[in-house]
């Protein structure tokens, strides 16, 4: 029996449905990812899920007696003691259990009353079992490397995190929702969360998630929410990213043929009436509907259009860093770091949360004091990416926060309107007018793009920038900035997005060390163990392909044997055969609905096509071959 069951749940929040006659289910033991677009609705789904939201109409229902516990997206700035938050998820028992630790210190200050206090409640934590919470909040504190003492406002945002995390775990849920569970991570802890739910042989998980490389190692199926549809696809985010392009490929010739169709129509409409004066009136409701059909279809979504404000080229000479060293209470954060940064250079920066990355760039920028000198190259702009958003007034509108107050903005030159800026950005003149506050993680990281994006620079600093974007934006940024000619300083905790983007990576031992290696951080693991990587592979394969463009095959003049001169007569009958099975291979697969219906089909009828594809090349090679020798060619 299914775990989870979504039933034609219809949900919108004025616009577009978000959720439009969705169906969904989730079985027992599944890692099923949720992806799609920002906005689309995924946070919206697991609260409908958790049951904090409720559907406009559909069924959402959860098998009797299973427990479900959701991490949030979002890190809280409130205070309190770390283990006493860790036992809040778990009722009563936490409760009574953070009531007699604040007895018990306030009896050892001296306070009577609390000394009698902590008796009852200690028979109460006996009655509830509240010793038992306490162990295994300890216990799961100590595998995240957490305080439980410590105060829960003084952790970094990747340690507030690992809070939540635990105590989402605690109670042992059945089903567990995590929402961008990897944002504010450091590798490290992603690594171990990776590792720790692979494990958990009885927990069903589904989640959302940015992370290519997480989703690639944990889901075992990914779930697109796509236009308000749920469309499933077997297998890890590789496997997705193939099936996906085969389904866009045969819903853009789907497309390309209703557009043909309608105009076709149209055509039709106005001939008709202008020459006969009288209409088929079947065609003319065929007409009709094919206009209602093209009002309501949705489209999807446009990718963000980014570009970088090119400022004037910097010095050669960006930083040349020595001796550098900054302390935290006494704690060396960082100990005698040298370093030379060039114009061009794209440096990723590595370790665990508060190690001292952000520590680090700020110093090199000026911002900390520091022991050791940073001589700083001649005419730098520099553009800074904050993983806090403290650069963004989430009272103010999209709008004020990125133009800050002017309805025109400077794009290299051109003077556009910030709502044409913004359209770029994926924001609707209507969205462009709402406050940050009321916008979705990936939606405030699109804003603080935008707004970074107008600054001219040669120099960009980029703080945890791929928090809560989505897939396509991801691949768009890196795109931008592969191919920018200015100088990067980036903190990732996303693999894949560090092996895309930089060309060095600086490795905090948390020790106050900094080692520096080439390449990203895939190349740093191939080189951490004796420092020295050398590909022979590559090389022989570079000279194999060389040698081979390098020999030119000499045709010899044959006489046809009789059964090459039966191949010939043969191959004609041999092609047209395949070509009837492309067109209609083609034909089966040209809405694309087949891939939602029989995945394992569509896909082994696609694999089937790009075969064809190649045998008819083949044939048509051999064919012209054979003929070019009766010719005596």
Sequence with gaps: MAYITLRDVQLAFGGPALLDGANFVLERGERVCLIGRNGEGKSTLLKLIEGSLLPDRGEVSIQNGLTVSMLAQDVPMDSGKVADIVADG????????????????????????????????????????????????????????????????????????????????????????????????????????????????????????????????????????????LRSYEGNYSRYLDLKAQQLEAEEKQNALFEKKLAEEEAWIRQGIKARRTRNEGRVRALKALREESKARRFQQGKVAMGVQDAQRSGKLVFDIEHLSVSYDTKPLIHDFSAVVLRGDRIG????????????????????EHEGTVKTGTQLEVAYFDQLRNQLELEKSVMANVSEGS???????????????????????????????????????????????????NLIVMDEPTNDLDMVTLEL????????????????????????????????????????????????????PNQTVVDQKADVKKAQAKAAANTTPVQ?????????????????????????????????????????????????????LAEIEELLLEKLERWEALESLTKGN
Aim: hydrophobic share 40%; with cysteine; net charge negative.
């Design 90 to 229: 778990a009722g009563e028992a936490a409760v009574v259990l953070k009531a007699y630790h604040e007895a018990s210190d306030a009896c050892v200050l001296g306070d009577m009353d609390a000394c009698d206090r902590m008796g009852h409640l200690q028979h109460k934590l006996d009655q509830l079992d509240g010793w038992a919470l306490e162990n295994k909040v300890n216990t799961i504190l100590g595998k995240m490397g957490l305080d439980p003492n410590a105060d829960l406002a003084d952790l970094s945002g990747g340690r507030k995190r690992r809070v939540l995390l635990a105590r989402a775990l605690l109670t042992q849920p059945d089903i567990l929702l995590l929402d961008e569970p990897t944002n504010h991570l450091d590798v490290e802890s992603i690594e171990w969360l990776e590792k720790f739910l692979l494990e958990q042989n009885n927990l069903t998980l589904l989640f959302i998630s940015h992370d290519r490389s997480f989703v690639d190692r944990l889901a075992t199926r990914i779930v697109e929410l796509d236009r308000g549809i």
């Design 477 to 528: 940024l890196e795109e931008m900035l592969a191919d920018y000619t200015g100088t990067l300083l980036l903190i990732s905790h996303d693999r894949a997005f560090m092996d895309n983007v930089v060309t060095s990576t600086w490795v905090f031992d948390g020790k106050g060390g900094i080692e520096e290696y080439v390449g990203g951080y895939q190349d740093y693991l191939m080189q951490r």
């Design 407 to 457: 309805d025109f903005v400077d794009v290299n030159g051109q003077r556009r309107h910030i709502y044409s800026y913004l359209q770029d950005f994926l924001f609707s003149p209507e969205r462009a007018r709402t406050p940050v506050k009321a916008l979705s993680g990936g939606e405030r990281n699109r804003v603080l793009l935008a707004k970074l994006l107008l600054k001219p620079s």
């Design 556 to 608: 010899k003049k044959v006489k046809l044997s009789f059964k090459d001169q039966r191949e010939l007569e043969q191959l004609p009958v041999e092609i047209e055969k395949l070509e009837a099975e492309q067109t209609q291979l083609s034909d089966q697969l040209a809405d694309g609905s087949w891939f939602v219906k029989d995945a394992v089909a569509a896909t082994a009828a696609s694999e089937r």
């Design 349 to 368: 920066l590595v370790g665990d949360n508060g190690v001292g990355k952000t520590t680090l760039i700020k110093a090199i920028l000026g911002e900390l």
